[in-house]
């Protein structure tokens, strides 16, 4: 769906992405991560023609946007919504002319239109809003009324700049699982720009840690919870753990797969082994509970653990 090679751009003499490699395939639910000042909103915008770069290719369906005149990259826009983190809503129009909007751009009938908007007030949840300014909605009203109108069109992708980093937890979460659901129910392929982990942990499948204009680290959020990367350290930061002076410590990986495994009480009964518990670092990512334990044990027993952990599917390693 979208394929970037060495893509690179500048702004005078500020190298801003530096030779960014991404594929992003069809339907997919990608989270494009980092701090603030990284290149993240730049490459969003180089998507969909905000923004032109100066080197590599970037195409979206087959199509290298670069290579596009005015009226093609108008075309290819259409099929892109955009989702920003201050909703950019018109003030003077009420709910149903903020979606109707692009519509209307477009010259569609008024009949069109007016059946259009009203399924997309269903699609948001909020169809009672239909005639409410945007001055009279709540945060999280405002961003959905912005999802119905970049929806509006029909896009194969949606854009997402920080969509939720203006919204307070609760709300921003019931905008994620509406995004979720749009994903599955419409097969709209998500790019998600954020530097929030609520965001990665809620809804990406797959992502791409950007650091200073360039990819870090990227692969699917079980692999890259499971590798823990230096980028992801340096973007989620690092606890300190005092490990135990005797004995043999051991990480254990936790995955889609074993996730919800009580391992640590399985090593102590089926094994006989006294097992302490020096750290846990576990969350939920897209369903999935992922993350790692880090267990100490006598040091004698550090070969019968390792192998009951190959056993029972276990990704683990011994700390030193």
Not at 79 to 108: E, T
């Amino acid at each position: 769906m979208i394929e970037i090679k060495n893509l690179e751009k500048s702004f005078d003499d500020v190298k801003v992405l530096k030779g960014i490699n991404i594929d992003i395939p069809s339907g997919a639910k990608y989270g494009l991560i980092g701090r603030s000042g990284t290149g993240k909103s730049t490459l969003l915008r180089c998507i969909n023609g905000l923004e032109s770069y100066d080197k590599g290719f970037l195409k979206v369906d087959g199509v290298e946007i670069k290579d596009l005149n005015k009226k093609e990259l108008k075309d290819l826009r259409r099929d892109m919504g955009m989702i920003f983190q201050h909703f950019s809503l018109l003030d003077r129009l009420d709910v149903y002319q903020n979606i109707a909007l692009p519509l209307r751009c477009w010259k569609y009938d008024n009949k069109f239109i007016d059946k259009k908007v009203k399924e997309l007030l269903e699609v948001i949840g909020i169809p009672e809003k239909i005639h409410s300014r945007p001055r009279e909605l709540s945060g999280g009203q405002k961003q959905r009324v912005a999802i119905a109108r970049a929806l509006s069109l029909d896009p194969k992708i949606l854009l997402c700049d920080e969509a939720t980093s203006a919204l307070d937890p609760k709300t921003a979460q019931s905008t994620i699982e509406l995004l979720d659901n749009i994903n599955k129910e419409m097969g709209i392929t998500l790019v998600i720009v954020t530097h929030q982990m609520s965001v990665l942990r809620s809804i990406c499948e797959d992502i791409s840690i950007l650091e200073d204009g360039v990819v870090a680290a990227q692969g699917s959020i079980n692999d890259i919870f499971v590798e823990k990367p230096k980028a992801l350290e340096n973007l989620m930061g690092t606890k300190d753990i005092v490990l135990p002076r005797t004995g043999r410590t051991i990480e254990i990986f936790f995955t889609e797969n074993n996730g919800s495994k009580p391992i640590v009480s399985q090593i102590s009964r089926e094994l006989n082994i006294d097992c302490l518990i020096v750290s846990g670092d576990m969350e939920m990512y897209g369903g999935n509970q992922l993350g790692s334990l880090i267990i100490n044990i006598p040091i004698e027993n550090h070969e019968e653990v390792g192998k009951y952990l190959d056993k029972e599917g276990f990704i683990w390693k011994i700390l030193k």
